[in-house]
């Protein structure tokens, strides 16, 4: 099993619609849950850690299912600008240990 | 907002160069990290710094990488005789405490020719 596992898309939506990506990890230690937002040749951007009871922030929602050591991360109303690669990112390790991260989940908003 | 910042933004060497990227972290951060991404494939973690030293390394991070924290502001990686593989963009960043909200510099590109 991968470290941390994604499906790397890409999902194709038309503007409005609501969309959700889900993601494994393989460590059922790990405490650390986040989701990530990279545009294209850009630097990772930090879009919302995931707590263990869920949390929502404006359009995303991210939820932690520690049982089946799976995040999701589920965005409402789609806006083109929304148009990215969503990473899962796992601090596998605890502590201040290096973040793993998945591949990326490739999001393309269509008007 | 406060921001990681890196140095070149991009560079082309030529295989077996040294090459020094640069970053200077956010001013009160106190862990410090490189991690790289080769074109097409995810992020992958290099090393971590913290009170002067490596607390880890990756695989990756073999002998031809190094890491220094010169003075109070600059986190260098350098790469002593670059091959062709090391082409990436390669990413700083800082966090201010235990391994959680990293921010990430806009990264290096690398290209060794």
């Known amino acids: 099993r991968k470290e941390v596992e994604q499906d790397p898309g890409p999902f194709n939506v038309p503007e409005g619609a609501t969309v959700a990506f889900n993601c494994t990890y393989s460590n059922s230690a790990s405490q650390s849950f986040f989701w990530y937002r990279q545009d294209c040749r850009k630097e990772p951007k930090l879009l919302m850690s995931?707590?263990?009871s869920g949390n929502e922030d404006g359009r995303f929602t991210a939820q932690l299912n520690r049982a089946s050591q799976y995040i999701s991360l589920l965005i409402r109303d789609s806006k083109l600008s929304d148009s990215a690669t969503y990473l899962c990112v796992v601090n596998l390790r605890g502590g201040r240990r290096a973040l793993t991260f998945g591949s990326g989940t490739r999001l393309q908003v269509q008007p | 907002e406060p921001e990681v910042t890196q140095t070149p933004s991009h560079q082309v060497t030529q295989m077996g160069q040294e090459v020094i990227l640069r970053c200077v972290p956010i001013s009160n951060h106190l862990y410090f990290y490189w991690y790289r991404q080769i074109l097409g494939q995810k992020v992958e973690f290099l090393v971590s710094f913290y009170n002067n030293e490596i607390s880890e390394k990756s695989e990756i991070f073999d002998d031809q990488f190094s890491v220094e924290r010169p003075d109070g502001s600059n986190f260098t990686l350098k790469i002593r005789s670059t091959k062709l593989e090391d082409s990436a963009m390669y990413f700083c960043?800082?966090?201010?405490?235990?391994?959680?909200?990293?921010?990430f510099g806009e990264g290096s590109w690398l290209t060794v020719v």
């Open positions: 995931v707590y263990s």
């Open positions: 960043a800082s966090t201010l405490d235990d391994g959680n909200t990293i921010y």
